[in-house]
């Protein structure tokens, strides 16, 4: 027995000065539902994914979800945390308790709110995601983590400016069509290559435009089990679900290889029984360039080392035999953490139910998702197909 997403919910990412924690959770609770065209009686258990590490003063957030209706009263409600896969982690609980038998309809929230928190403080609670004793002091906050990766593979492979920059363009050109996106802007190829004052250098090689965006957001999920679903007016099916979890310190790992996002990959290739290049498009984490270019790589797009041809040969572009991102991505979509990977969930289920408006790819059959939490510490893909 497999699972469904059968209803879902998705804010507007950005800068979200009227909302809260608590209101985003509510109003996306209650929309996932009316979406599913269900009521709060019909769920049996809720999972929030919510980071947090003090962006909010909130820190126990799993009963906000009942505040959206009084029915939910009494209902389990457990809050995940995977860091910046918080939200797939949230998902894939809840495909367990399906599939268990434990829950017949499981309500899944996303939410953050990172945009009240002051700049400095935002770099420390995101670095609260890598190892501390190694990396507590990078300077630049995670961006500086993922500064050194960039600079350890420009070093093994040669410079990949080029390839970075057609990675960011291609994402902001993808967003201008999304109307979650926080930043709807097509700069272009040119822009994000060069360094500028609106585009400097951040860490490394990497410069404004590499970098995923500080946002607030939430998205949510009403899942159930297929022969539920299948009475349901639509259904999204988990063809299958992996999740890899591997070391902490980079120093115990070739933090280049991306190894748990290989892992995940074959994990759920081969439950779907399918090959990568049966999937349609792919909604990966990109929350930095370099991220999306070596997950190229680790997902098997191209060998180790020429992630670079993807994107300069434009197998990803939206058009391209494997669209990587079409939703704009964490790079033009926004990054609130625990809601990222439910987001991803929510816009591949509307891609595969042909409910994507401008960021639509064309006959969209199967839908890879890959989120991640640190750097390739927590791996999740997610291969979903329509059932009707």
Excluded at 322 to 345: D, E, Q, R, Y
Aim: glycine share 10%; hydrophobic share 40%.
């Amino acid at each position: 027995m497999t699972a469904c997403i059968v209803g879902w919910a998705h804010t507007a990412f950005g800068k979200l000065e009227t909302e809260t924690v608590e209101s985003l959770i509510i109003r996306v609770a209650n929309e996932a539902l009316d979406n599913a065209g269900i009521g709060p009686d019909d769920v049996d258990e809720i999972l929030l994914g919510h980071f947090n590490a003090g962006f909010s003063p909130q820190d126990f957030t799993a009963s906000l979800v009942l505040q959206a209706d009084p029915r939910l009263r009494f209902k389990p409600a457990t809050r995940v945390e995977n860091a910046c896969a918080t939200g797939s982690a949230a998902v894939h609980q809840a495909v367990r308790a399906v599939k268990a038998g434990d829950a017949r309809v499981v309500l899944v929230v996303g939410v953050e709110q990172m945009t009240k928190t002051p700049g400095p403080e935002i770099g420390k609670n995101l670095l609260r995601a890598s190892y501390l004793p190694e990396d507590g002091d990078t300077p630049g906050g995670f961006a500086g983590v993922f500064g050194k990766i960039a600079h350890n593979y420009f070093q093994r492979w040669g410079d990949q400016s080029d390839a970075l920059a057609m990675i960011a363009a291609k994402n902001h050109k993808n967003g201008v069509e999304n109307p979650y996106a926080q930043m709807r802007k097509d700069f272009g190829y040119d822009f994000c290559r060069t360094e500028s004052e609106k585009n400097p250098f951040v860490a490394g090689p990497l410069k404004r435009t590499d970098c995923s965006l500080v946002s607030d957001g939430a998205a949510a999920l009403v899942i159930t089990d297929t022969a539920t679903a299948l009475k349901m007016k639509k259904a999204v099916a988990f063809r299958s679900h992996a999740h890899v979890q591997d070391f902490l310190p980079m120093s115990k790992r070739d933090i280049l290889k991306f190894e748990g996002c290989t892992r995940a990959w074959g994990k759920a290739l081969g439950e779907a029984g399918i090959a990568l290049s049966d999937l349609s498009f792919v909604e990966t984490h990109d929350c930095f360039t370099v991220a999306e270019l070596i997950e190229y790589e680790a997902m098997g797009l191209t060998p180790e080392g020429q992630g670079a041809r993807a994107i300069l040969e434009g197998w990803t572009q939206k058009d391209g035999r494997l669209p990587v991102n079409p939703s704009g991505g964490l790079k033009a979509k926004g990054h609130p953490i625990g809601a990222t990977g439910v987001s991803m969930h929510v816009l591949s289920s509307m891609q595969l139910m042909g409910e994507a408006g401008g960021i639509q790819v064309k006959d969209a059959k199967l839908g890879g998702i890959f989120n991640m939490g640190g750097a390739a510490v927590a791996n999740y893909v997610s291969v979903l197909e329509r059932l009707r």
